[in-house]
């Protein structure tokens, strides 16, 4: 028997942040590794979670999300990457790394046949090319994803010198958007939440940052969107943002709704902040489109997993990464994503020793060069 | 010299309903016909001109509309059909009969040769398949090229099946979304304003109806969304009816902006109801796209000229008309359209003897029939 350090999830909240040890708690259980019943299905020793704001939707009871609410005493799920230890399904033997769309935020997880159907196999291309394992959490994984294929499927080719505004910018989709943007030769004006915040989008090919907290989001708007407007808004927040964009849209603009962050904590619900513009949809002909990744991989994912990872490798694309160690780490960095003193992607490192055979301490280093 | 009735635009409205006699009154003005000023423009004897609620937006002074507003003192404008009786330009002669996108609510207008670049000719083949001059102002006009190129452009393929729901669905360009979606073997709930509206919308093919003013839309749309949702909605009017049907879609569901009526005549600006569920736009992946017409027109209108007039001529597409006679009667036709005592497309004739030549009398009197 051995000791299964997990986060619990112990009690809806559904307005106001998320509480380390009263919305989530420490927890453990004893897992007989060899002998635990299986049904069919697959054990991995955990390596690493994504946390990501999307998780805080399933913080709030049975609110129609798609994705199923947390329940209370279970462990809270997340992206992750486990090693199959033992396995009962035929895709999958011991010593696979698997890229799984829900994983326990806990040392070891059982997953059942059903959800070993999304678990993708993560190869030795993938394994040797320095990046490391949280990095197949955050730029080379869902946020990478996020970014790279909403942006194929609902803007399709990016104009050169066309305008685009990014909300949400520092974060793990913002600051890819704003590099593919900019590589494509598009002008990008970014938002984030502090000065050092916008010098790091800077740094990443952004013309123009707006600190939210202190900057006024509609003059710097309207200045970049001089004569032509702004052709397109890749939006991770909503609300006031979404709203100034609207106003400030070119006609047939073009919004990429990737998240509503603007609205996940609030104290009460009708403080949620939502556009009051609504008629230059019509007026400026603009198109609104919501996505979940998880459309667009079946078509999209060869692609990006031959361009993405490599990208990396070889700096031309930057990432920057928050990373926790160990799973109990994991409450307080959730709190991070909201109160936005998060640097990057946020993602927990539960298994040390097997991450850095993945070359992880360099690029743990590369990560704290911006914290 | 003749005396010109015209309806002038006497005083901006920001709020509220539009009001006869003060935010537009009944004026005239003397023209010489045979020695008038054409400056290298078009002189048209006006036949008919059509009342559309995206005229009220005009009526707010500069709020940035993509039409310019209304001039204080001169004729409000609207989409017509005239004759023209003098011309400057090599594209009309005498006798041609004029599409114009902006003719004077009044008897004659000069229109200055930038103008007529719009006005598009109706032909012998038009004008002789029975249908009234007045339905080229609607179902084969600018209403009938609404529903048509914005289902061609923005949901595509209508799948047999499928759910739609149509808002204003009583009115010029509701009546033949839900016919064309009906017709295509979708699934159509229909909202209208009293229930003789209903009974008019159902006898077009709607499924189900909503009385919006008695119904209980929420509970209709989800009866009628059941298990799959609705696919589809062609929005004329915003607010209530936009955020119920955003709870109710379906995955993937598309949204046809075309209207806000909803906000035109609100007594305060923060009167207009914006929905409250925005975020479902991402949870959903909804498409929520917005359109006027002339973006679509280059692309469409061949097949639409060669489709629409001869399916409306046979009878496979109806349409109800609200006709008033002669210049005066626009004011309160106008009015109608945001009171709801309207009944079906409003349309202003303004030359009953012109109009008579194509056999204006028999459509009246189907007109009449949904009176």
């Known amino acids: 028997m051995v000791t299964n350090h997990q986060i619990l999830f112990n009690k809806d909240t559904p307005t106001g942040l998320p509480q380390p040890g009263i919305t989530t708690k420490p927890g453990s259980s004893e897992i007989d590794l060899d002998n635990v019943a299986l049904n069919g299905g697959v054990l991995t020793r955990n390596i690493a979670v994504s946390l990501d704001p999307t998780m805080r939707n399933r913080m709030k009871g049975d609110i129609g999300y798609f994705a199923p609410p947390y329940q209370v005493g279970k462990p809270v799920t997340a992206i992750g990457i486990g090693e199959v230890i033992r396995s009962e399904v035929d895709t999958f033997v011991p010593g696979d790394i698997a890229y799984a769309w829900s994983i326990g935020i ?17 190869d030795q291309n993938h394994l040797s090319n320095g990046l490391s394992i949280t990095t197949y959490l955050g730029a080379a994984g869902m946020a990478g994803m996020t970014a790279y294929m909403s942006l194929k499927e609902i803007v399709g080719d990016l104009k050169p010198g066309n305008k685009m505004f990014v909300s949400g910018a520092a974060g793990a989709v913002g600051q890819l958007v704003v590099q593919l943007c900019h590589q494509a030769g598009v002008k990008v004006i970014a938002s984030a939440g502090s000065d050092e915040k916008c010098e790091f989008v800077k740094s990443l090919g952004a013309d123009e940052t707006i600190n939210y907290k202190t900057h006024d989001l ?11 407007g702004i052709h397109y808004y890749f939006d991770n927040v909503g609300g006031d943002q979404l709203e100034a964009y609207i106003s400030n849209a070119a006609r047939y603009g073009i919004i990429v709704a990737c998240g509503y962050i603007s609205g996940y904590n609030v104290d009460k619900p009708e403080d949620v902040v939502y556009p009051k513009n609504l008629f230059n949809i019509v007026t400026k002909e603009l198109k609104y489109q919501g996505f979940l990744v998880t459309s667009f991989i079946p078509k999209w994912i060869g692609k990006f997993m031959q361009e ?3 990208m990396l490798a070889e700096g031309k694309i930057k990432n920057r990464e928050d990373v926790t160690f160990g799973v109990y780490g994991a409450e307080d960095a959730f709190l991070r994503l909201f109160t936005g003193d998060n640097n990057g992607k946020v993602a927990v490192l539960i298994d040390t020793e097997r991450a850095e055979r993945w070359n992880l301490g360099k690029q743990i280093q590369n990560s704290n060069v911006w914290k």
Do not use: N
């Open 106 to 122: 806990e040392e070891y997880t059982i997953h059942p046949v059903a959800a070993t159907a999304t678990f993708r196999k993560l």
């Open 218 to 228: 509609k003059t710097k708007l309207k200045a970049f969107a001089a004569e032509t």
């Open 308 to 310: 993405v990872p490599q």
